[in-house]
C-alpha cells in the first residue's frame, strides 16, 4: 500500500471510530474543528451544523481562484441482522480483503468519509502547490441533502466546487437526480382474533438491498414489495388477520429485511407454511442473479407477540396489502437524452405499524422534475384511492449538466494528461448537493468524482483501495493547475 494511500486510509479509520448517523453529528463536527485548530486553519461552523475550513493557498497562490472541495459528514447506517454494532457509540470495523475494504457486517461509511479523508489529507499536504482552499462538510444528506439545503448564501466564497461525493474512479459527474420524499399515513382498524387462532410471523430477508438511486435499475429485490406478494397469497387463500408490518430502515436505501406478524386457524399453518416454502423457491428462480440468497420463512410467533394489539379487520387487512402492492417501485423512465440513465425512478423505502397508523415513506428521483412531480402525483393519488393521508418532504433540485462547463474541460485534460486515457463524464440518477449547492451559488462551477464503493447504503458496501491513489492524485495535479 503506497504512502499517500495508507495516510489517507489512517484518517479514513479515524473518522470511522465516531458516531456519524444522519443528524448525530456532533461528533464528528468537534473533531473536525478539533483538527482545524491544531493545523492553525480557520472553521465557521453555522446554525445547522455545517463547517467550512478554509485552507491558506501556497506561498505566491494568493490571487488564485478559490477552489472549494465538499463532502458531508453523516453515514448511512446499517446492519445485518445477527450484527450487534450500536452505531451510537461503536467504531466501525474494518475488514480487508485483497485489493477490498469493507466493514464487520455494518455499512463501511466510505460515503462519504473517505472524500473527508482525502480532502483532508490533500489540505496538509506541504508538497502540493495549491490556490486558497475551502474544505465544505454538510450535515445531514443521507436523510434529505438537509445541510446543503439550509446552507447560507454567503457561506462559502469558492466559485470552482469539487464534490468528492461519486463512487466510480475515472467517472467525472457532471449532473444528478432530483428528489422528493412522500411520507403516507393509513388508519388502523382492530378486531379481535377469534380465540383458536394463532399468531405466526412471516420474515423477509437475505436481499442485498443497496442505494436506491445508485442501485435502482439492478433488479435487486424490495423485502417490502416481496413481504406484500406473500401475504397477498396468504390472504387470498385462508383470509389472513394482519397484526403488524415493519420493513425498511432509510428513506435512500432499498429493503432488504420485512417482517409481518399475522393470525390465521392453526389447522391451515401447515399449508401456509408450504405455500411460504413454495415462493421461497419462486423468488430464488425470479432473483437467481441478483438476490440468490433471498428466504422467506414462516413461524408461530413467540410469546412476546400476545403483547400486540388485537388484530386488523379483513377490509383494514386487504387494504395494507394492497396498497403496499399498488405503490411503484423501481424504474418509471429511462432517459431519452443520455443512453443508460435512469430518469424516473421510486423506492417503496419503509413501511411500520406504529399509533394506529401504517406508515410508509416513499422516495422518488428523477433528472427531469415534471417527472418527479409526476410520480410523485401518482403515489398521491394511489394513497387517496387507498382512504391514505400523504406529506412531502425533502425536495431538491436536479443538477443538470453542462457541457460547456471550464472545469469540466481542465479534469479532463489533467486527467488524460495523467492517465492517458479519456474520463467517462456522465449524469448519475442519486442525488448529488451540487444540485442544491447551484441553485443558492449563481456562476458556481461544479462537478464531481470519487474513488470506487460498490454497494452503498448497505453492509456489502466495499471501497477498491488502489482507487484512492488515483484520486488523490489528479486532485493533487488539478489544484496545482489553478495555482498559477
Not at 445541510?147 to 447560507?152: Q, R, T
Not at 417490502?224 to 388477520?241: G, P, S, V
Amino acid at each position: 500500500m503506497r504512502g499517500k494511500t495508507r495516510e489517507i486510509l489512517d484518517i479514513f479509520n479515524k473518522i470511522s471510530a465516531i458516531p456519524r448517523c444522519s443528524k448525530h453529528e456532533e461528533h464528528i463536527s468537534r473533531w473536525l474543528q478539533q483538527w482545524s485548530s491544531e493545523h492553525n486553519f480557520q472553521v465557521r461552523k453555522d446554525r445547522i451544523g455545517n463547517l467550512v475550513i478554509n485552507v491558506p493557498p501556497s506561498n505566491g497562490c494568493e490571487n488564485s481562484p478559490g477552489i472549494v472541495m465538499q463532502n458531508h459528514m453523516d453515514m448511512v447506517c446499517e446492519k445485518i441482522p445477527d450484527s450487534t454494532h450500536d452505531f451510537s457509540k461503536d467504531p466501525i470495523q474494518f475488514v480487508y480483503n485483497g485489493q477490498w475494504l469493507k466493514a464487520d457486517k455494518t455499512t463501511l461509511g466510505a460515503d462519504n468519509g473517505i472524500g473527508m479523508a482525502i480532502a483532508m489529507a490533500l489540505a496538509v499536504d506541504n508538497t502540493i502547490v495549491h490556490p486558497p482552499l475551502e474544505l465544505l462538510f454538510t450535515v445531514d444528506e443521507e436523510s434529505g441533502l438537509n445541510g446543503a439545503i439550509d446552507l447560507e448564501p454567503e457561506f462559502i466564497e469558492g466559485k470552482i466546487l469539487l464534490n468528492l461525493d461519486s463512487e466510480d474512479e475515472g467517472v467525472f459527474t457532471i449532473g444528478c437526480a432530483g428528489g422528493e420524499n412522500t411520507s403516507l399515513m393509513l388508519p388502523l382498524h382492530f378486531s379481535n382474533l377469534p380465540e383458536q387462532n394463532k399468531i405466526y410471523r412471516l420474515r423477509v430477508n437475505g436481499i442485498r438491498g443497496g442505494h436506491s438511486g445508485i442501485d435502482i435499475n439492478k433488479h435487486r429485490a424490495n423485502a417490502n414489495k416481496l413481504l406484500a406478494r406473500a401475504l397477498q397469497m396468504a390472504y387470498d387463500a385462508f383470509n389472513i388477520q394482519l397484526i403488524s408490518v415493519q420493513g425498511g430502515k432509510a428513506h435512500n436505501a432499498i429493503p432488504r429485511d420485512a417482517e409481518a406478524l399475522l393470525a390465521c386457524d392453526p389447522l391451515q399453518g401447515s399449508i401456509l407454511k408450504g405455500m411460504i416454502d413454495e415462493f421461497e423457491q419462486t423468488l430464488k428462480k425470479e432473483y437467481a442473479t441478483t438476490d440468490r440468497s433471498v428466504a422467506l420463512s414462516i413461524c408461530e410467533a413467540d410469546e412476546s407477540a400476545v403483547n400486540h394489539p388485537p388484530g386488523l379487520t379483513s377490509d383494514n387487512t386487504a387494504r395494507i396489502i394492497q396498497l403496499l402492492l399498488a405503490l411503484p417501485h423501481g424504474v418509471a423512465e429511462m432517459s431519452a437524452e443520455m443512453e443508460g440513465l435512469v430518469e424516473t425512478s421510486s423506492n417503496l423505502a419503509m413501511v411500520a405499524t406504529k399509533d394506529n397508523y401504517l406508515h410508509i415513506q416513499t422516495s422518488q428521483r428523477s433528472s427531469v422534475m415534471s417527472a418527479l412531480a409526476e410520480i410523485t402525483f401518482k403515489i398521491e393519488a394511489i394513497a387517496a384511492l387507498a382512504g391514505a393521508d400523504t406529506r412531502h418532504g425533502n425536495s431538491y433540485p436536479a443538477w443538470q449538466p453542462d457541457m460547456k462547463s471550464p472545469l469540466l474541460k481542465r479534469c479532463k485534460e489533467v486527467y488524460k494528461h495523467l492517465f492517458n486515457k479519456n474520463p467517462i463524464v456522465e449524469a448519475t440518477h442519486a442525488g448529488l448537493e451540487c444540485g442544491i449547492i447551484g441553485s443558492k451559488y449563481e456562476g458556481i462551477d461544479m462537478i464531481s468524482l470519487g474513488p470506487t464503493i460498490k454497494n452503498p447504503h448497505s453492509p456489502n458496501e466495499k471501497l477498491y483501495i488502489p482507487s484512492i491513489a488515483k484520486v488523490q492524485n489528479f486532485l493533487a495535479a488539478l489544484l496545482t493547475s489553478y495555482a498559477q
